[in-house]
C-alpha cells in the first residue's frame, strides 16, 4: 500500500491523537488496577480485565506510533510529509483488537456477574463472533484502493458487519434481562454502557468506510488514524470506565443491605 | 513557527528542567500510588488521583524533553543551538494539561469528600471551566509571534482567564466552607491548598506572557519552557503532597475520634 503524503496538520493531528490515546490507557491502567479495592471481591476480576485491556492497548499505541513516526518523513522543499519507505504497520490495530475486543466483553459478562454456566456460554459465542468480525475486517483493510462500496473491501466489511450484528443482538438480550433485575442506578449504568456499546464500536465501521468518501489520500489516512484513535479511546478507556462505575454502584448496593 | 536559537547555557537550562521535572513526577508517583495505605478507605481515591496526574505528566515529559532535544541541534561554529529542522511540538504540553487539569480539580473535591450529589455537580462546572480555558489558551499559544498585548494571543488569553477565574471563584468558595466545617490543621492545610492553587496556577498566565516582555528569542523560549516546568512540577507533584497531607490528617483526627 502506498502511504499518501500528509500536511504537518494533518500529520500532528494523527501523532497528537495517538499520544493522547497512550496517555489515556496508561491513566486508566493505573486506575483500574490500583483502584480495585473500591469495588467488591466480585467484581474485582472485571476490574482486573479492564486494566489489562488497557494495558494491552497502550502497549500497541506505542507502537502505532512509532511506525507512523518512522513511515513519513518531513520534505522542506514540498512542506509536506512523505512516505520515507518504511511501511506502516496498520496491522498492529488489528493484533490489539484481536486480544482486546473479546476481552472487553469478558469484562461486561464478568461485571454483570451471572452464574458460571451461563457466563460461559456467552463469552464463547461473543468470542467467535468477535474474532470472524476482526478477521473478516482485517482482510478488507489492507484493501485501502478499493475507493469504491461494492468492492472486496466492501464485500469483507459487510461480512464483518453480520458478526458485529450478532454480538450486538446477543449483548442487548442480556443487558435488557439485567436491566430487568437491577434496581435505579444500576440499570440506567447498564443501558448506558449498552448504548456505549453500539455508539462507539458503531463508530469503526464508519471509519472503515473512510475510503468510499471520495476524499484525497492525504485526508482519508488523517480520518482513518485519528477515527480509530478516538473509538479505542472511548471503547477501551471510557468502556472500562462505565464498568467501574457499575462494580462501584453494585458494591455500594451491597454494602448498603 | 521558526525556533529561536538557544545559548548552551538557556539550552542546558531548559533540559535540565525537563529533567528535573521527569523525576518528581516519577518520584510523587510512587509515593502516592503506594502510599495510599497511610490514609484512611475514603481518602485513598484522591491519592489514587494524583498518583495518576503525576504518571500522565512523565510519560508527557518524556515527550516533551524528547521532542525539545531532537528540534535542536549544536553548531560548532556559531556556538550555539540552533532549530535542526525537526518541530518542537508544545502541543504536549496542552494534551498534558487537558487530562491532569480536570483531575486536578477532580483530587481536591475527592479529599474534602462531599456527598456524592454536590460532588458530581462540582465537578461538571469545575471540568467545563478547565477545558474551555485550555482550548482557549492553546489557540493563543500557537501565534507565538503575537509580541504584543493587544494581538490574537492577547484575545485567547484573554478568554482563557476567564475559564480560570470561574474556577478560581468556584473552589474558593468551597474550600472556604469546607474550612469552616474542618478542625484546626486541616482548615488550615485546606486554606494553603487554596492558596497554592491560586500561585501555582497564576503563574502560567504570567509564562504565557513572556512574548510581551520583549526579550530575544531565546531568552523568551527558555523562560517559557522552564516557566511551564517549574509551574508543572508545584501545581501536580507538590499540590498532590498537600492533597497527602490533608488526607493523612483528616485520618488522624477520624483515628482519635
Known sequence: ME????????????????????????????????????????????????????????????????????????????????????????????????????????????????????????????????????????????RREDAELFSLRGLWGFLSTIGFVVILVTLFKEIKDAMNRESGRVGILLRNIGLLTFFAWGFYPIVYMAPFFGWDGGQTEAVIQVGYSMADIIAKAGYGLMIFAIAREKTLEEQAE
Chains 1, 2 share one sequence.
Open 3 to 142: 502511504l499518501p503524503s500528509l500536511t504537518p496538520g494533518q500529520y500532528s493531528l494523527v501523532y497528537n491523537f495517538m499520544s493522547i490515546a497512550i496517555a489515556a490507557f496508561l491513566a486508566t491502567f493505573v486506575y483500574f488496577i490500583f483502584g480495585r479495592e473500591q469495588v467488591g471481591r466480585k467484581y474485582r476480576k472485571a476490574l482486573l480485565t479492564s486494566g489489562i485491556v488497557v494495558g494491552i492497548a497502550a502497549y500497541h499505541y506505542f507502537r502505532i506510533l512509532h511506525s507512523f513516526a518512522e513511515a513519513y518523513v518531513f520534505d522542506v522543499q514540498l512542506g509536506e510529509y512523505i512516505a520515507s519507505g518504511k511501511p506502516f504497520n496498520d496491522a498492529y490495530r488489528y493484533a490489539d483488537w484481536l486480544i482486546t475486543v473479546p476481552l472487553l466483553l469478558v469484562e461486561l459478562i464478568q461485571v454483570m456477574a451471572l452464574d458460571r454456566q451461563k457466563s460461559r456460554r456467552l463469552i464463547s459465542i461473543l468470542t467467535i463472533a468477535a474474532v470472524f468480525m476482526l478477521i473478516t475486517g482485517y482482510f478488507g483493510e489492507v
